[in-house]
């Protein structure tokens, strides 16, 4: 143990676990924080349920953010304001010794620590910033930290480090008129150049720098980093302790007479010159030539974790709420046929089965929108995409208005799927990538549930306008909302930050979206993804993959017999509660209670989800099974109780689209961000061709069937392949509810 540096001792004296890797666990005595490099930090404790370790050992400032000609003012850059905020709600959420803004002890992170004698000799300093070499001016051992380390420190008051070979920066003499630490800091630069000090710590001594000011040393350290260096130290001597003592973090009394008594010494000399004039000597019992590894890089962000981790917040919601206005308009329109039908049918003196061709190729519609709009998505963006879309429902639902044969409803019906079948798998990646990990389920199926909700709303209207007004209105106030939704989504919902994240050329874009979702990140760090920065061509082929293919096939199955059996009792439960005998109202009374079962049910599925994953939607499958073969062992509808036929209607309900909606939650799960939007729209694409069947399917069982028990057996076969496919899928989402393990 002899001859050892004062950064081995340092070293040494902290070190908890070696591995043989190279790499020490090494414990942390202080901890300085600011606003630009501690969100994320802040997030992942929550998003795992820990604490600090030590909060009193941790202290927070505010710094790169703050203003140096309007300290008391307003915040006007949007992504300062909300770190500066973050920083002060994470403080006292978890306890750190926060200084704010205004307080007279304000100041850099570097120079604050000094001044208030946080920094002390002996100690391991960290904080989210390369210059965290300027502390080593006092015999610290201090270094600079990224993002997912300062978690660690947060959670453990440790850290993972290898430890640096050591360099000595020798000067003697006295320093001239005029010549300052700065200039012996690029006197030090330039002999070893930019990269000469890389995987080293540097250690200064010398006269020239024992006469040094603290502030002299401090700047002296503060730019060891400039060579590549990972610290800088100065051993501590009486001009330390004389700067250190009384300030009001430094220790007092006895405390401070055994602190004061130095035991660590200078560092071992090196061959140095005599001269008078002040010289800087390059050891040569070290070997200092430049390494391989890279100095302290600036900082790479992961987009897919800063949106992971965020809290959620106001401008989530909002976002999440206004794509479900527009899906919300989907499941109207949608709804508001199966409700019209028995209407017009009398209107243009056909059979209600003269229909199914009209049902048929709005589902067309829907599958060749959802085909061309998911991938598109993936290409020029979900916000565009979408918002095309919901122009293109609304306009010819409002055209609707004005058809005059079942040719003209089926043409306008066709067109209307183009737009309805690309909004959603756009609106689905959008809620997914502007909502954290820990709530995007909840998020997502809420989206899907609010086609339920307008189907809802559909109904309820229908039974009040459809006897007095007719169809033609309900139509014409479905496009309206329709259309009055978009212009609130262009100037309120911002693009994808996952989606933007694929082009550096959107560094701009992507910093105004985080700021506008609330999301805190790093004003000058660099952008990167989970999988790295492409653009343009997506590559469909990613969703049958290896590791993919099994998923994908599951999940289309899955979708495909949930959608077919959706769409079915949506667009036949009137006809189907007619042929039973039952009125125009309370037919629409069934349909409405229909989907409040599934608005339940959903809702249950959705908090399941967050507890046990969404393997728990196999047991809504089987429940549905269940309550659909009870109902179909009657001879027919006609015999049963009225109540009894509408709660079995709300408990299949309650089935049935708890399954289908919850199933967008996790196929954004399963695929990837550049892959999103198309794996989506393929998905709902295979599920829609069964809703095209179900037109006909429904079509041939309202002719032979009057009873109507039959859609019950057809009800239980469709349940029994959607828990078949959700048995088959591997991926499935995660519990993001239940309480972390500490």
């Given at each position: 143990?002899?001859?050892?540096?004062?950064?081995?001792?340092?070293?040494?004296?902290?070190?908890?676990?070696?591995?043989?890797?190279?790499?020490?666990?090494?414990?942390?005595?202080?901890?300085?924080?600011?606003?630009?490099?501690t969100?994320?930090?802040?997030?992942?404790?929550r998003?795992s349920?820990?604490?600090?370790?030590?909060?009193?050992?941790?202290?927070?400032?505010?710094?790169?953010?703050?203003?140096?000609?309007?300290?008391?003012?307003?915040v006007?850059?949007?992504?300062?304001?909300?770190?500066?905020?973050?920083?002060?709600?994470n403080?006292?959420?978890?306890?750190?010794?926060?200084?704010?803004?205004?307080d007279?002890?304000?100041?850099?992170?570097?120079?604050?620590?000094?001044?208030?004698?946080?920094?002390?000799?002996?100690?391991?300093?960290?904080?989210?910033?390369?210059?965290?070499?300027?502390?080593?001016?006092?015999?610290?051992?201090?270094?600079?930290?990224g993002?997912?380390?300062?978690?660690?420190?947060?959670?453990?008051?440790?850290l993972?480090?290898?430890?640096?070979?050591?360099?000595l920066?020798?000067?003697?003499?006295?320093?001239?008129?005029?010549?300052?630490?700065?200039?012996?800091?690029?006197?030090?630069?330039?002999?070893?150049g930019?990269?000469?000090?890389?995987?080293?710590?540097?250690e200064?001594?010398?006269?020239?720098?024992?006469?040094?000011?603290?502030e002299?040393?401090?700047?002296?350290?503060?730019?060891?980093?400039?060579?590549?260096?990972?610290?800088?130290?100065?051993?501590?001597?009486?001009?330390?302790?004389?700067?250190?003592?009384?300030?009001?973090?430094?220790?007092v009394?006895?405390?401070?007479?055994?602190?004061?008594?130095?035991?660590?010494?200078?560092?071992?000399?090196?061959?140095?010159?005599?001269?008078?004039?002040?010289?800087?000597?390059?050891?040569?019992?070290?070997?200092?030539?430049?390494?391989?590894?890279?100095?302290?890089?600036?900082?790479?962000?992961?987009?897919?974790?800063?949106?992971?981790?965020?809290p959620?917040?106001?401008?989530?919601?909002?976002?999440?709420?206004?794509?479900?206005?527009?899906?919300?308009?989907?499941?109207?329109?949608?709804?508001?046929?199966?409700?019209?039908?028995?209407?017009?049918?009398?209107?243009?003196?056909?059979?209600?089965?003269?229909?199914?061709?009209?049902?048929a190729?709005?589902?067309?519609?829907?599958?060749?929108?959802?085909?061309?709009?998911?991938?598109?998505?993936?290409?020029?963006?979900?916000?565009?995409?979408?918002?095309?879309?919901?122009?293109?429902?609304?306009?010819?639902?409002?055209?609707?208005?004005?058809?005059?044969?079942?040719?003209?409803?089926?043409?306008?019906?066709?067109?209307?799927?183009?737009?309805?079948?690309g909004?959603?798998?756009?609106?689905?990646?959008l809620?997914?990538?502007?909502?954290?990990?820990?709530?995007?389920?909840?998020?997502?199926?809420?989206?899907?549930?609010?086609?339920?909700?307008?189907?809802?709303?559909?109904?309820?209207?229908?039974?009040?306008?459809?006897?007095?007004?007719?169809?033609?209105?309900?139509?014409?106030?479905?496009?309206a909302?329709?259309?009055?939704?978009?212009p609130?989504?262009?100037?309120?919902v911002?693009?994808?930050?996952?989606?933007?994240?694929?082009?550096?050329?959107?560094s701009?874009?992507?910093?105004?979206?985080?700021?506008?979702?609330?999301?805190?990140?790093p004003?000058?760090?660099?952008?990167?993804?989970?999988?790295?920065?492409?653009?343009?061509?997506?590559?469909?082929?990613?969703?049958?993959?290896?590791?993919?293919?099994?998923?994908?096939?599951?999940?289309?199955?899955?979708?495909?017999?949930?959608?077919?059996?959706?769409?079915?009792?949506t667009?036949w439960?009137?006809?189907?509660?007619?042929?039973?005998?039952?009125d125009?109202?309370?037919?629409?009374?069934?349909?409405?209670t229909?989907?409040?079962?599934g608005?339940?049910?959903?809702a249950?599925?959705?908090?399941?989800?967050?507890?046990?994953?969404?393997?728990?939607?196999?047991w809504?499958?089987?429940?549905?099974?269940?309550?659909?073969?009870?109902?179909?062992f009657?001879?027919?509808?006609?015999?049963?109780?009225?109540?009894?036929?509408l709660s079995?209607?709300?408990?299949?309900?309650?089935?049935?689209?708890?399954?289908?909606?919850?199933?967008?939650?996790?196929?954004?799960?399963i695929?990837?961000t550049?892959?999103?939007?198309?794996?989506?729209?393929?998905?709902?694409?295979?599920?829609?061709?069964?809703?095209?069947?179900?037109?006909?399917?429904?079509?041939?069982?309202?002719?032979?069937?009057?009873?109507?028990?039959?859609?019950?057996?057809?009800?239980?076969a469709?349940l029994?392949?959607?828990?078949?496919?959700?048995?088959?899928?591997?991926?499935?989402?995660?519990?993001?509810?239940?309480?972390?393990?500490?």
């Open positions: 143990m002899a001859n050892r540096t004062l950064y081995e001792k340092l070293w040494d004296a902290h070190v908890i676990v070696r591995r043989d890797d190279g790499t020490s666990l090494i414990y942390i005595d202080r901890h300085l924080i600011h606003e630009v490099t969100p994320q930090a802040f997030a992942g404790l998003s349920g820990r604490r600090l370790r030590r909060p009193e050992l941790t202290l927070a400032v505010p710094d790169h953010n703050v203003s140096t000609t309007q300290r008391g003012g307003h006007a850059d949007e992504e300062s304001a909300a770190q500066l905020a973050a920083l002060e709600k403080c006292a959420d978890f306890g750190v010794e926060y200084i704010p803004i205004h007279v002890r304000q100041g850099i992170v570097h120079v604050i620590g000094p001044e208030l004698g946080f920094t002390l000799p002996g100690i391991t300093l960290v904080c989210g910033d390369s210059h965290t070499a300027t502390h080593g001016a006092f015999g610290a051992l201090a270094v600079g930290i993002t997912s380390e300062i978690e660690h420190v947060f959670a453990t008051q440790t993972w480090l290898r430890q640096s070979k050591t360099l920066v020798e000067v003697e003499g006295t320093l001239g008129r005029g010549i300052g630490a700065k200039d012996l800091a690029l006197a030090s630069v330039g002999a070893l930019a990269g000469g000090a890389n995987g080293h710590a540097i200064y001594a010398g006269a020239a720098v024992r006469n040094l000011s603290m002299g040393r401090m700047t002296l350290c503060n730019m060891a980093i400039e060579s590549g260096a990972r610290t800088g130290l100065v051993a501590p001597d009486a001009t330390t302790f004389a700067y250190l003592e009384g300030k009001p973090w430094a220790p009394g006895t405390l401070w007479e055994q602190a004061s008594n130095p035991s660590h010494g200078q560092s071992r000399r090196a061959h140095h010159s005599d001269a008078e004039a002040p010289t800087l000597n390059r050891p040569k019992d070290h070997e200092h030539e430049a390494e391989t590894s890279p100095p302290i890089p600036e900082e790479v962000v992961d987009v897919d974790a800063v949106v992971d981790r965020a959620w917040s106001s401008a989530q919601s909002i976002v999440t709420l206004l794509v479900c206005l527009a899906l919300i308009c989907d499941g109207f329109d949608n709804l508001a046929y199966g409700l019209v039908i028995p209407a017009m049918s009398r209107e243009y003196s056909v059979l209600p089965s003269a229909f199914g061709i009209v049902l190729l709005g589902f067309v519609g829907l599958t060749v929108g959802t085909i061309i709009a998911g991938p598109l998505g993936d290409r020029i963006g979900r916000k565009p995409v979408l918002l095309g879309c919901i122009v293109l429902f609304a306009f010819f639902t409002l055209a609707t208005v004005s058809a005059r044969s079942v040719f003209a409803l089926a043409v306008l019906r066709f067109s209307v799927g183009l737009g309805l079948g909004a959603l798998p756009n609106a689905t990646a809620i997914a990538e502007c909502t954290s990990a820990r709530h995007r389920n909840f998020a997502v199926t809420a989206g899907a549930l609010s086609i339920i909700v307008g189907g809802i709303i559909s109904a309820a209207l229908a039974s009040v306008i459809l006897p007095h007004e007719g169809w033609r209105v309900l139509f014409g106030i479905a496009g909302i329709s259309l009055l939704s978009a609130l989504i262009y100037f309120a911002p693009e994808s930050p996952k989606f933007l994240a694929r082009d550096v050329r959107n701009a874009i992507l910093r105004r979206s985080l700021a506008r979702l609330r999301m805190p990140y004003p000058n760090a660099l952008i990167k993804t989970a999988v790295g920065i492409e653009k343009t061509r997506v590559p469909i082929g990613i969703i049958f993959t290896a590791d993919l293919l099994r998923n994908t096939l599951a999940l289309w199955f899955a979708f495909l017999c949930a959608m077919t059996l959706g769409y079915m009792m667009s439960i009137p006809t189907m509660l007619s042929g039973a005998g039952w125009q109202r309370s037919s629409s009374l069934g349909l409405l229909f989907n409040c079962g608005l339940v049910g959903t249950c599925a959705a908090v399941l989800m967050g507890f046990f994953s969404s393997r728990i939607l196999s809504f499958a089987i429940a549905g099974v269940v309550v659909a073969l009870a109902v179909a009657a001879p027919s509808l006609a015999v049963l109780d009225p109540r009894i036929v079995a209607l709300f408990a299949l309900g309650a089935c049935v689209i708890a399954v289908t909606s919850p199933l967008f939650a996790l196929a954004s799960h695929y990837p550049r892959a999103r939007s198309a794996g989506i729209a393929c998905a709902v694409a295979f599920g829609r061709l069964g809703a095209i069947a179900s037109s006909f399917i429904g079509a041939a069982v309202s002719k032979l069937d009057s009873h109507g028990v039959a859609y019950f057996y057809l009800a239980a469709l029994g392949g959607s828990t078949l496919a959700l048995l088959l899928i591997k991926q499935h989402t995660l519990p993001t509810l239940r309480p972390a393990q500490s």
